[in-house]
């Protein structure tokens, strides 16, 4: 019985990493729903998300995430080891500065909200498959797309339309920052009326920008 019960268990692990695997070689080129979105639709609540190829997004904003939320973004394979060694070291557990935009990524298609070390556990292989099945575009792309900027507000064309009445391929960099700094809670900052965090975060994302100068060229369509 014990056997049956492991073999059983074997067979479905195979199978969920297929699935897996699957589904990740098929969001290399199909719009891609996050988990959220799912949930929503589930129990019949409203979803405003308008997907865009990364080419009708501006590089502003591209460039303000990364610098944002990931400024090694260009040259790590997904997982940040630095970031997130530290992180583990830290008694309070988890948090999102350990989060590549990759690790972000898998857990917004794949998983759960909330902090964990089986979520983070679960965020590291799938980030490190999306990375290589996936383009570096690719990625920002589909994080772009399905990122909540509201409440049952998603992406990037979504949120710029909202808050600023345009599109996202029309964003300056003070409205990109904007947008990159209201991401940490996006429920309760405001792009076009922002509180003094979101300035703050706006205004840092700006020096960072003009630091870093090339910051995230290696995400912008070819």
């Given at each position: ?9 074997f ?24 988990t ?40 790590h ?8 060694n ?20 898998a ?8 902090r964990?070390y ?101 995400a912008?369509?070819?």
């Amino acid at each position: 019985m014990l056997g049956r019960i492991l073999g059983l268990c074997f067979r479905l692990a195979l199978w969920l990493l297929l699935a897996l695997a699957a589904l990740i070689l098929l969001y290399r080129f199909v719009p891609v729903p996050s988990t959220l979105m799912l949930g929503r639709w589930l129990v019949l609540k409203p979803v405003e998300r308008d997907w865009v190829p990364l080419d009708q997004i501006s590089p502003h904003l591209v460039r303000a995430v990364i610098a944002s939320e990931d400024q090694r973004f260009c040259s790590h394979g997904g997982v940040d080891w630095v970031e997130l060694n530290k992180v583990l070291e830290n008694e309070d557990g988890p948090s999102r500065g350990a989060s590549t935009l990759t690790m972000q990524t898998a857990k917004n298609v794949f998983l759960w909200p909330g902090r964990s070390y089986i979520r983070k556990g679960m965020e590291i292989p799938l980030a490190i498959a999306i990375d290589l099945a996936w383009s570096k575009p690719r990625v920002i792309e589909v994080y772009l797309n399905i990122a909540e900027w509201g409440d049952g507000l998603f992406g990037a064309e979504a949120a710029a339309q909202r808050y600023f009445r345009k599109s996202a391929a029309r964003l300056t960099p003070a409205e990109a920052a904007r947008l990159a700094g209201a991401l940490p809670n996006p429920l309760l900052r405001n792009p076009a009326k922002p509180n003094r965090a979101l300035q703050s975060a706006a205004g840092r994302s700006l020096r960072q920008l003009r630091q870093l100068g090339s910051l995230g060229d290696c995400a912008l369509p070819g």
